[in-house]
């Protein structure tokens, strides 16, 4: 291949990162110029950006190129696009709630959605790298600008304590991370993690690194016991922000930490990693379900909510470790992706019942909803139903996806305690849903109907109940997607 032909398949390549990242720019430039009275239209702007976004990403992973662009610091590979693709959808869904809500909160800014999209762009940087100067440029890049949204309703006391935790936490679990690739660099003089491998002098200082390393990410997906932030910061942020990191976030940080760990699976033979990665699965799923039990704040409820997902996530992740299942790694994906739409519908009835000024997070604050607003009930029902694990909605078969890998790599143990956590969370859900129907109403509903609330909340239960029924066609059902998902796991070094 010529220069000029590596330069345009590296260019493709990048096209996904570039296009957010110079869109974030952009959306920033047209906030300042434009007339206050306009700013929606950079909101209108968006949304085209991340459709473009989602469909050069979709082109890279149903046609990946055999090209490694920065000299290998970028991996444009199909693990990377599918990840990618769940990220953009979050970004997308996110940008139809949050433009209502910010209206209703009084914070409509085009800063906000430059933000969003920059943080989006370090999702993608982070999940498609193994090099450690890119997994932090990116790491850094998603973080930042959520710090900053965590604390955008500046009037709002709990928002800004939330922002300030994130941010010290944040910074913590940063260093940490940057403290893990020093050691690394240190232990071998290499930056890629696939050539520190070959070139190590100190074998154990590499291992303490690569688990630093680790320790960073797992901060990211709240998993126990880096979760403590959660719950506070969760609660804090405005909802549609909270909706972002619950969803995108977790998927960038899960795809990280896989690319990190089939990587060094040579190095870290002395540790381990099996019996450490079951005991924090038990500990998240256990911990994140006794938990939200207690709760009456419905977005503190679906933080340890967060939490319990995190642990069914590593599930897989053990799964993968103990047998290097590409099934494992195809659960997990699926698992992501099911995850996003089954948060975001969530939160987004939140959203829809905002009035003005005020959000009803107090779970006894929405008795007789679902009489009231039959659509908002209905799309409640389906995103608890899905977030308990029951059939027939994404949310039963990404369980079954990876409790099956599981039981395949000898982990039955593991899995038994899964389910009894996903039947302990059915209560808690469902107590929600008693609220809806079954609770007497508590004053009158004064939230207004929304189109770009409404659309999010009809996609994201048609893709919930789609993921799971859904017959191969035009659209890709639930068979075709998993082994499209199964067969990214190939692209993984």
């Known amino acids: 291949m010529n220069s000029g032909s590596l330069l345009q398949s590296s260019l493709v390549s990048l096209l996904p990162f570039l296009i957010l990242g110079l869109g974030g720019v952009v959306l920033l430039v047209l906030d300042a110029i434009w007339p206050k009275s306009k700013r929606f239209d950079t909101t209108i702007l968006g949304i085209p950006l991340v459709l473009l976004a989602i469909t050069a990403l979709i082109h890279q992973w149903r046609h990946p190129i055999a090209v490694t662009p920065l000299k290998g610091m970028y991996l444009a590979d199909t693990f990377g696009a599918f990840l990618g693709i769940v990220i953009c959808l979050s970004l997308l869904l996110t940008i139809l709630l949050s433009t209502h809500y ?69 910074a913590f679990s940063s260093a940490i991370f940057l403290y893990g690739a020093a050691m690394i660099y240190g232990a071998t003089g290499q930056t890629d993690l696939m050539l520190a491998l070959s070139s190590a002098a100190m074998p154990k200082l ?97 933080a ?56 009803r997070l107090e779970i006894h604050e929405l008795g007789g909803v679902g009489w009231r607003r039959p659509g908002l009930g209905l799309a409640m029902i389906v995103a608890m139903v899905a977030l308990s694990g029951i059939p ?15 039981v395949k790599s000898g982990l039955l143990s593991l899995v038994i305690i899964g389910v009894l956590n996903s039947a302990l969370s059915v209560y808690y859900y469902f107590r929600v849903l008693v609220a809806f129907y079954m609770k ?18 009809a996609f994201s ?30 692209a993984l070094p």
Request: with cysteine; charged share 10%; glycine share 8%.
């Open 392 to 406: 027939p909605t994404a949310g039963f078969f990404g369980k079954y996806y990876i409790f099956q890998s599981a």
């Open 102 to 170: 910010l209206k209703l909160m009084g914070r409509l800014r085009g800063e906000y959605f430059a933000l969003l999209f920059l943080s989006a762009a370090g999702m993608i940087l982070l999940a498609s790298s193994t090099e450690l100067l890119t997994l932090f440029l990116g790491l850094e890049l998603l973080s930042f600008p959520v710090y900053i949204l965590t604390a955008f309703l500046r009037k709002d006391a709990k928002s800004n304590e939330a922002g300030m935790k994130y941010f010290l936490l944040g």
């Open 206 to 302: 590499l291992v303490v690194g690569i688990v630093l390393l680790l320790s960073g990410l797992l901060f990211k997906v709240a998993s126990v016991p880096f979760h403590m932030w959660a719950p506070d910061v969760y609660e804090g942020a405005p909802t549609a922000v909270t909706a972002f990191m619950a969803t995108a976030v977790k998927a960038a940080a899960f795809g990280a930490l896989i690319r990190i760990l089939i990587v060094t699976f040579p190095a870290l033979a002395m540790v381990p990693l099996e019996r450490i990665f079951w005991w924090l699965a038990v500990l998240s799923m256990t911990v994140g379900n006794f938990a939200a039990l207690t709760q009456s704040n419905i977005k503190r409820m679906l």
């Open 461 to 490: 239960v048609i893709a919930i109940l789609w993921l799971a029924v859904g017959p191969d066609g035009v659209i890709p059902g639930a068979p075709q997607l998993l082994n499209w998902v199964r067969d990214s796991f190939v």
């Open 304 to 359: 340890y909510s967060s939490i319990a997902h995190a642990g069914y996530i590593l599930v897989g992740v053990t799964a993968l470790i103990a047998s290097g299942s590409s099934e494992a790694v195809a659960g997990i994906l699926y698992y992501l992706l099911a995850y996003t739409f089954m948060n975001i519908c969530a939160f987004g009835v939140v959203i829809a019942l905002t009035e003005k000024g005020r959000e």
């Open 440 to 457: 007497p109403s508590e004053g009158e509903l004064l939230s207004q109907r929304n189109a770009g609330v409404g659309l999010a909340l």
